[in-house]
């Protein structure tokens, strides 16, 4: 069975740091882009960063961009997200995502089951 445990989330306050992991079982983790999402109260889900499976490529979400940073361990299937200086709209759950392309039109995808991040003082 394919597993995405995720931990690392809970209560900070503004300025502060956390560091998300979500551990992969069941998958060649290592062929496989890691992505982090992200979703807030009445807001629609949106990507905050992803790399690709040897770490040669990031993109970061353009709020995030200087304060997070990705990156992954093949050797322990983990992908982390380290938060930096966080703010209050950064309040959301947070999700990890496992991407395989096959040509041009197949994927296969698997999520984490998400952990809440909340900024607040």
């Known amino acids: 069975q394919v597993q995405l445990v995720q931990s690392g989330g809970g209560l900070v306050q503004p300025g502060g740091s956390l560091r998300l992991a979500c551990a992969a079982s069941?998958?060649?983790?290592?062929?496989?882009?890691m992505s982090w999402y992200r979703q807030a109260p009445g807001k629609e889900r949106e990507l905050v960063v992803g790399i690709t499976s040897t770490s040669a490529i990031t993109n970061y979400a353009d709020s995030v961009k200087g304060r997070f940073t990705i990156s992954r361990d093949n050797a322990k299937n983990t992908v982390y997200l380290q938060m930096n200086s966080l703010k209050p709209e950064d309040t959301a759950v947070y999700h990890c995502?496992?991407?395989?392309?096959?040509?041009?039109?197949?994927?296969?995808?698997?999520w984490g089951q998400g952990t809440q991040v909340t900024v607040s003082s």
């Open positions: 995502k496992a991407l395989r392309s096959y040509g041009l039109n197949r994927e296969i995808a698997y």
């Open positions: 069941g998958i060649t983790f290592s062929s496989y882009a």
